[in-house]
């Protein structure tokens, strides 16, 4: 069945989350989120060794994609997921990504250096 005009721009938020996720180091801005309530630019930045400016590109892309939520202190900015599900998403990830590797023995033991996900 075809999509239909009035679901096409249903499909293209959808597809517009696996955006904001299709960039290694957008997932680890996530993942670190997910840990923590809530993070500054700057610990982001220290967290991912990104520089400002490419740091600044990804968040903008995950606030564009609605997946973080940002809140300016003062002369800080501080970074949140927008949603409780984001981090339940990354750890299906984790888990899809697990059972892929599984029949990688050599990418499977790389995979335990992979810092751990919180539980929420």
Do not use: C, W
């Not at 500054?40 to 400016?53: K, N, R």
């Not at 973080?68 to 202190?73: L, M």
Request: charge should be neutral.
């Amino acid at each position: 069945m075809p999509l239909t005009r009035q679901q096409r721009p249903l499909y293209e938020v959808k597809a517009g989350l696996f955006k904001g996720l299709s960039h290694p180091f957008r997932i680890r801005i996530l993942e670190l989120l997910s840990a923590a309530d809530e993070m500054s630019v700057a610990d982001l930045q220290s967290d991912t060794g990104l520089e400002a400016s490419h740091l600044s590109q990804h968040l903008a892309v995950l606030r564009r994609h609605r997946l973080v939520e940002s809140e300016r202190r003062a002369s800080h900015v501080y970074y949140r997921l927008a949603d409780d599900k984001v981090a339940e998403l990354l750890a299906v990830a984790r888990a899809l990504l697990l059972d892929v590797l599984a029949n990688d023995r050599d990418l499977l033991a790389d995979a335990g250096s992979l810092p751990t996900l919180p539980a929420r």
